[in-house]
């Protein structure tokens, strides 16, 4: 038998936030006190109303098929979140229930992108967004952002990638893995140069938009001028604790609803029952719970960022929003200690890993090669004593 696989999947780069996760369970499962901060994920439970709803569901035999693009009771309450929390309008058949927001992104770029068409993505970039457009045959075309302009493209600088082939834009606000959010003014001037080019369909990743220090947050989405080819990607896992139970959602021009219905009626189906039920607990309620998390997030935020003010040639931004610190890490390149030599951010990582038992992620999987990433999104003790880890092997390093 041949065990060929397909070249679609053998150009697909494998998940290095996933890659190091395993690295620490395996560490860990040795005995190895490994502290992982390379995940997104809170640590804190589900909020005990949303389990509940759970719960009546499952005693209610509420276990059958759903329809394809989510029950009608929870995409009628992601309309009315959308025009409370956003003051943006859509109908019931323009928002589409998928299985987390990855699934919801990955959707939207199989109905919109073409063989060859072009997809700008700043960077830093979520690691998967540029394997979603290889598995849509399109083109990355990456926009660097550093450190200096708090890792946000200009208006200049997408004007200045767009080409006559150029079919979306792709970006997170707040960013992951930076944390850095547009403000309305700079997501204003993006949509005036989107405005003159009618062929570009925005996909604006808004999963950690109730984890936000600075304010309100901001959509791309409310400018008249681009409303209509903006696709808005949400989801519960961040802003309610809810990972594990998979559920993301688009707002969408209706004919790209309509696309993303129809490919996932032939892929996936409607996503799981009882956590669609639980999704409409989250999303009726107040935030009283998502704030509180919100908060403990920025004194973990303010924590960590303390803790690099010791660490000798570690430069950060004061992310606005998400669970991440982005550091710029370029300082160690060319150090050793021992017989290991940091060339780039994943030797660094690495080196991290053996020798502070800390998981962090090199910045290469986001695109931008002087930077480690690593979620504070764990408890205050345990963050305390990675950073001080951190700092006592970076010191050994000459």
Request: glycine share 6%.
């Amino acid at each position: 038998m041949s065990e060929k696989i397909s070249t679609r999947i053998n150009s697909l780069a494998v998940s290095q936030t996933l890659a190091m996760a395993q690295k620490s369970r395996e560490l860990q499962s040795q005995g190895i006190d490994v502290i992982n901060l390379s995940v997104g994920e809170p640590d804190f439970p589900t909020p005990d109303h949303i389990k509940e709803a759970a719960k009546k569901a499952i005693d209610e035999n509420f276990s059958y098929y759903t329809p394809v693009p989510g029950i009608p009771e929870l995409r009628k309450a992601i309309v009315e979140k959308f025009k409370r929390e956003n003051n943006l309008d859509y109908t019931v058949d323009q928002i589409i229930v998928s299985a987390g927001a990855k699934h919801s992104i990955a959707n939207v770029l199989a109905c919109v992108v073409d063989v060859g068409d072009e997809v700008i993505i700043p960077a830093p970039y979520w690691v998967s967004y540029v394997e979603m457009v290889k598995l849509a045959d399109g083109v990355n075309v990456i926009v660097p952002a550093g450190i200096e302009n708090d890792f946000k493209i200009t208006p200049e600088q997408l004007e200045a990638a767009i080409t006559p082939k150029t079919r979306a834009f792709l970006f997170s606000s707040p960013s992951n893995p930076t944390g850095s959010l547009y403000t309305k003014d700079e997501l204003k001037a993006l949509a005036d140069v989107f405005a003159k080019h009618d062929n570009i369909i925005i996909i604006s990743d808004e999963i950690y938009e109730h984890i936000n220090y600075v304010g309100k947050h901001e959509s791309i989405a409310q400018f008249e001028n681009v409303k209509n080819r903006t696709v808005v990607v949400n989801g519960v896992s961040k802003g309610y604790a809810m990972t594990g139970w998979r559920i993301g959602y688009i707002g969408a021009p209706l004919w790209i609803a309509k696309a993303c219905n129809k490919l996932q009626g032939q892929v996936t189906s409607g996503v799981c029952s009882i956590a669609q039920k639980a999704a409409t607990a989250a999303l009726t309620h107040d935030l009283s719970t998502t704030y509180k998390m919100r908060e403990a997030f920025k004194r973990r935020r303010d924590l960590v960022l303390e803790k690099t003010k010791d660490i000798k040639g570690m430069k950060t931004s004061v992310p606005g929003g998400a669970f991440y610190i982005f550091a710029d890490v370029t300082y160690y390149f060319g150090k050793s200690y021992k017989d290991t030599l940091i060339k780039n951010p994943e030797d660094l990582s690495l080196y991290l890993l053996a020798e502070a038992h800390v998981a962090t992620v090199s910045g290469d999987a986001f695109g931008d090669p002087n930077c480690l990433r690593f979620s504070y999104a764990t408890a205050d003790d345990l963050l305390i004593k990675a950073m001080d880890r951190i700092k006592n092997a970076l010191d050994k390093l000459s």
